[in-house]
């Protein structure tokens, strides 16, 4: 199954200059968060491709006006073509936000998924927003990872931990891929494609 990752910043290579043979053998669309809800649906209504989402920090938007056609996938395992995708979107908390979480708080949600985890037998890709705690992260507050998704990871041994939240751009030699144990880390900034076996 081949997938397109996206994340934080809208592409113009899929929305400004969109042409659906780019998108050609896409089966899946996972966006890890702060972007446009606009884009989201753009690109499902343009493809008929699903597109699944997690919230970014910036995402308090969606509230009024959610994605068209889009799944979010928050606190769930979502199972598509055998792939079970485990959505857990939001960043460390910094300020007053609804999508914004201390690592007790990402604990407790985890800790909810308990039995859902346990009926799925696990998962095999782990979507967030926030990158996992000195994996590619930041120093600072805003952009720290969370303890908690290297725990999942450990436990559960995905094939792919999938994040944004943490710019390429931002110059601080942050990786597009990385791995973790058995699991393969990438930073789904702006767009990336990647395969996995069903």
Avoid at 76 to 92: A, D, N, Q, W
Avoid at 110 to 128: N, Q, S, W, Y
Avoid at 162 to 189: M, P, Q, W
Wanted: charged residues 25%; aromatic residues 14%.
């Amino acid at each position: 199954m081949k997938i397109l990752a996206i994340s934080d910043e809208e592409s113009a290579y899929l929305w400004d200059y969109f042409d659906k043979e780019k998108l050609k053998g896409i089966d899946l669309i996972i966006s890890c968060g702060d972007l446009a809800a606009e884009y989201l649906s753009f690109l499902t209504t343009m493809t008929s491709i699903p597109v699944l989402y997690v919230h970014g920090n910036h995402d308090e938007r969606y509230e009024q006006k959610p994605p068209e056609g889009c799944i979010c996938i928050e606190d769930k395992i979502y199972v598509y073509k055998g792939i079970r995708i485990l959505g857990l979107g939001g960043s460390m908390r910094y300020k007053g936000g609804n999508h914004q979480y201390t690592e007790r708080q990402m604990t407790r949600r985890v800790r909810k998924m308990f039995f859902p985890l346990l009926f799925r037998r696990g998962f095999d890709i782990l979507v967030t927003h926030a990158p996992a705690y000195q994996l590619n992260d930041g120093r600072d507050l805003p952009h720290q990872g969370f303890q908690v998704f290297r725990t999942l990871m450990k436990k559960y041994k995905p094939q792919f931990f999938i994040h944004g939240h943490v710019h390429l751009s931002y110059g601080r030699n942050h990786k597009r891929y990385d791995k973790y144990e058995e699991t393969e880390v990438i930073n789904a900034f702006e767009r990336c494609i990647f395969e996995i076996g069903t």
